[in-house]
């Protein structure tokens, strides 16, 4: 399982292409300025963090230390 809360979005990075909540929009969602931001209650009982992390082609979803 994946939670929100283990996530982070680097603003420098996302770039807005919306691939990470077309995969996964129970963990993510856009903000006013149209780039992601995670769902910090939001969780996937089904994802693997690495899958998660790996569906960004800007490399802008990261673990959460």
């Known amino acids: 399982m994946v939670a929100g809360s283990d996530l982070s ?3 420098d990075k996302c770039i807005g292409c919306g691939i ?3 995969s996964y929009d129970q963990l993510f969602k ?3 300025q149209g780039k992601s931001i995670v769902i910090e209650s939001g969780e996937c009982e089904d994802c ?3 899958d998660v992390i ?3 082609p ?4 990261a673990e959460r230390s």
Request: charged share 35%; glycine share 6%.
């Open 20 to 22: 990470c909540m077309a």
């Open 54 to 56: 790996e569906i960004c």
């Open 9 to 11: 979005v680097d603003k």
């Open 48 to 50: 693997d963090i690495k």
């Open 58 to 61: 800007h490399g802008a979803i």
């Open 30 to 32: 856009f903000d006013k």
